[in-house]
Nanobody, 125 residues
Framework: QVLLVESGGGLVQAGGSLRLSCVAS????????MGWFRQAPGKEREFVAV???????TYYADSQGRFTISRDNSKNTVYLQMNSLKPEDTAVYYC???????????????????WGPGTQVTVSS
């Protein structure tokens, strides 16, 4: 069992920044692929970014250049630095972990076997 807890969400004006954090339990965190997803009201959950155990990262097209995913294995924590936020970034942001191989389609929610409860990000115009 792996527990994930997100933090860092809040209300920010358009153009502002937020840094989300996700702390994971588990003794082999460094091997997990860690992803960020988001879900806006009335919309499906969508992929934001992933960082693999190797440190390689992939971003959703709209996130590229504005968001940066990183990890600190000594703290069992993954971060999502979000800059130049837009009102359309408003959503609940979820942290997800792939603790064993499920799929290399990291943009798909089914590739992850653990999820956090989410943290709300609201960007005002």
């Amino acid at each position: 069992q792996v527990l994930l807890v997100e933090s860092g969400g809040g209300l920010v004006q358009a153009g502002g920044s937020l840094r989300l954090s996700c702390v994971a339990s588990g003794r082999t965190f460094s091997s997990y692929a860690m992803g960020w997803f988001r879900q806006a009201p009335g919309k499906e959950r969508e992929f934001v970014a992933v960082i693999r155990g190797s440190g390689a990262s992939t971003y959703y097209a709209d996130s590229q250049g504005r968001f940066t995913i990183s990890r600190d294995n000594s703290k069992n924590t993954v971060y999502l630095q979000m800059n130049s936020l837009k009102p359309e970034d408003t959503a609940v942001y979820y942290c997800a972990a792939q603790t064993r191989y499920i799929s290399s389609r990291y943009e798909a929610a089914y590739a992850y076997n653990y999820w956090g409860p989410g943290t709300q990000v609201t960007v005002s115009s």
